[in-house]
Nanobody
Framework: QVQLVESGGGLVQPGGSLRLSCAASGSIVSIIQMAWYRQAPGKERELVASIRYDGTTNYADSAKGRFTIASNGADLPVNLQMSSLKFEDTAVYYC????????????WGQGTQVTVSS
């Protein structure tokens, strides 16, 4: 079974930068969308940024201007470059992939912790 593996999380000071990366343990075909979500303690999981197979990107308002999502075309890996990090960016970040290959399937990574602290 193909799994998503995230890397790049860690501890960073406010104003700092981190780059998250997500790769697959095997091949995932017919990728329609890749995304990064996050979940802070006591809060629901929320979309941070997404990228479609055609390169169209979408960002949460909180991520606009600070985060950049990029992929290898319509394929993994998918990266999230985060800059100007704030305390409120502290969360577990999850990679998400949607494939239309019969049957359509969604994949989730295990999550990587990002902690913004001074």
């Amino acid at each position: 079974q193909v799994q998503l593996v995230e890397s790049g999380g860690g501890l960073v000071q406010p104003g700092g930068s981190l780059r998250l990366s997500c790769a697959a343990s095997g091949s995932i075909v017919s990728i329609i969308q890749m995304a990064w979500y996050r979940q802070a303690p006591g809060k629901e999981r929320e979309l941070v940024a997404s990228i479609r197979y055609d390169g169209t990107t979408n960002y949460a308002d909180s991520a606009k201007g600070r985060f950049t999502i990029a992929s290898n075309g319509a394929d993994l890996p998918v990266n999230l470059q985060m800059s100007s990090l704030k305390f409120e960016d502290t969360a577990v970040y999850y990679c998400y992939v949607y494939s239309s290959f019969r049957p359509p399937h969604t994949y989730w990574g295990q999550g990587t912790q990002v902690t913004v602290s001074s």
